[in-house]
């Protein structure tokens, strides 16, 4: 089982930016790939963005896609989301997520095998 623990959320005007980082335990390397999903009150988990471990090779929600960029050092274990231009409709709680297999669906949160508790994200307009 992969253990993940994301930081970074917080409060942020809009047209602001934040970080967030997914810090993973040293079984990481088991994971293909790596994802972020948010949810806000009474919605389901929602995909943000994916990225492959190993090779580095990335995808985006549309309504992220060329604000949002997700990232992965290996060396740290650690998976990053670069969040700039950030509006009242990010807001949410982001979580990070891990997958042992390459097959299935990268963007539906229920094909990922482990979580993190996940990290406020609040935009205010």
């Known amino acids: 089982q992969v253990q993940l623990v994301e930081s970074g959320g917080g409060l942020v005007q809009a047209g602001g930016s934040l970080r967030l980082s997914c810090a993973a335990s040293?079984?990481?390397?088991?994971?293909?790939?790596m994802g972020w999903f948010r949810q806000t009150p009474n919605n389901e988990r929602e995909f943000v963005a994916w990225?492959?471990?190993?090779?580095?090779?990335?995808d985006y929600a549309v309504a992220v896609k060329g604000r949002f960029s997700i990232s992965r050092d290996n060396a740290k274990n650690t998976m990053y989301l670069q969040m700039n231009s950030l509006k009242p409709d990010d807001t949410a709680v982001y979580y990070c997520?891990?997958?042992?297999?390459?097959?299935?669906?990268?963007?539906?949160?229920?094909?990922?095998?482990?979580w993190g508790q996940g990290t406020q994200v609040t935009v205010s307009s």
């Open positions: 997520a891990s997958r042992k297999s390459s097959g299935g669906r990268w963007t539906v949160a229920s094909d990922y095998d482990s």
């Open positions: 040293a079984r990481t390397l088991s994971s293909y790939v």
């Open positions: 990225i492959t471990w190993l090779g580095g090779n990335s």
